[in-house]
């Protein structure tokens, strides 16, 4: 699917949100969905799963291992949905999607309908990328 939109991603997105109860009432799972378009034009999904002490996770850390499984790194574009609104990435998100590749600085992170920022503008100074005329092309 390389000529994705904004509404193609989120609406890959959307349906896979349906939130679950998981071992007791405060531990619950897909309560949010991502979404991303790789640099091939691939479109993996995940949701979230919160749980205690830290060790659930977000759903754009579920859609990334996704992308991972398949041999890819390299993000286009990226959206985070609830049942009724698109969500930013969180920090954790934000940093683990450069790490994956630093290339992921350039993609697109939607943050409604009609608006969106690349992935660098959410983490202005980064330490794997200090400034936008920095090359982001992964050590080899």
């Not at 991502?34 to 993996?44: E, V």
């Not at 291992?65 to 890819?72: L, R, S, V, Y």
Request: glycine share 4%; charged share 20%.
């Amino acid at each position: 699917m390389k000529n994705c939109n904004f509404q193609d991603l989120i609406d890959a997105a959307r349906p896979l949100v349906r939130p679950l109860t998981l071992g007791r009432p405060d531990f619950d799972a897909a309560t949010v969905a991502a979404a991303i378009l790789s640099s091939t034009g691939r479109i993996y999904t995940g949701v979230c799963i919160h749980l205690s002490c830290g060790i659930g996770f977000c759903a754009e850390h579920a859609a990334a291992a996704e992308m991972i499984k398949a041999g890819e790194t390299q993000i286009q574009m990226v959206v985070a949905v609830t049942e009724d609104c698109i969500l930013a990435p969180c920090g954790r998100c934000r940093e683990f999607l450069i790490q994956i590749d630093p290339r992921n600085a350039d993609s697109t992170v939607i943050l409604d309908d009609d608006h969106s920022v690349n992935l660098r503008d959410l983490l202005p100074h980064h330490w794997l990328i200090p400034n936008s005329e920095q090359d982001v092309t992964p050590n080899a």
